[in-house]
């Protein structure tokens, strides 16, 4: 009964590659989120989205891309992978965006470790 | 854009032993959440403490908004509670958009 799941869990692929991670929530949330924690584990938001429309996309290239077939699944799609990229990449969500309250309490996946070679 | 300082970076307990967890925030925040990322890399909600005391067992959590901090209690520490505990707090940006704003967190080990 997996609140927020993600596909893979191990990813291990050269550089230059093009690789998906797949997340889906089952929470009935609205926003759903998409982390990158690198090798120091420092957690930094990559892209938001509610209501399947991004909202927030912080500086990240443009080689990632994130897709949002419905509001339970977002996924992330990455084109020409660099060694750089080598992290763990987490999804969350919450049940809305902002606002006073618990609606903006995020949970997150059990994460997706991206080994670029 | 909000900065999170968590303290201290590390810390190792003897198991029995209790701490103290500090997070510092420099603005106004809609949200804070405090993390455990256990051994095996999965982050669980601790608590959702955007002002006020909450208890859950041996963890409590106190946010004063108004000073721009939350303290995290771990009481009768157990080797299960290493980790890493993260501090995030929610704020909207400049341009509008909200965002979740993560420390650095605090590495606790417990030693048998």
């Known amino acids: 009964d997996t609140a927020v799941s993600q596909t893979p869990k191990y990813l291990v692929t050269q550089m230059g590659n093009d690789k998906s991670i797949k997340c889906e929530q089952n929470l009935g949330h609205d926003t759903m989120y998409w982390y990158k924690q690198d090798s120091k584990k420092f957690l930094k938001i990559m892209f938001s989205y509610n209501n399947k429309e991004l909202i927030i996309n912080e500086t990240v290239p443009n080689r990632f891309s994130p897709k949002s077939p419905d509001k339970a699944h977002l996924n992330l799609h990455i084109n020409s992978l660099e060694l750089g990229d080598s992290a763990v990449y987490f999804c969350?969500?919450?049940?809305?965006?902002?606002?006073?309250?618990?609606?903006?309490?995020?949970?997150f996946g059990p994460g997706t470790r991206l080994t670029v070679l | 854009g909000i900065q999170v300082e968590q303290s201290p970076p590390d810390l190792i307990l003897q198991e029995g032993a209790n701490s103290t967890l500090r997070c510092n925030f420099s603005?106004?925040?809609?949200?804070l959440q405090w993390f455990h990322q256990n051994p095996w890399g999965q982050l669980i909600n601790l608590f959702y403490i955007p002002s006020g005391t909450k208890q859950n067992g041996r963890l409590s959590a106190t946010t004063v908004a108004t000073e721009r901090y939350s303290l995290l209690y771990i009481s009768s520490s157990q080797t299960t509670d290493s980790g890493v505990y993260f501090c995030?707090?929610?704020?909207?940006?400049?341009?509008?958009?909200?965002?979740?704003?993560f420390g650095k967190g605090t590495k606790l080990s417990v030693i048998p």
């Open positions: 603005d106004s925040v809609n949200n």
């Open positions: 969350a969500s919450s049940p809305s965006l902002g606002g006073q309250g618990r609606y903006n309490e995020q949970f």
């Open positions: 995030a707090v929610g704020a909207y940006s400049g341009a509008g958009s909200y965002q979740l704003t």
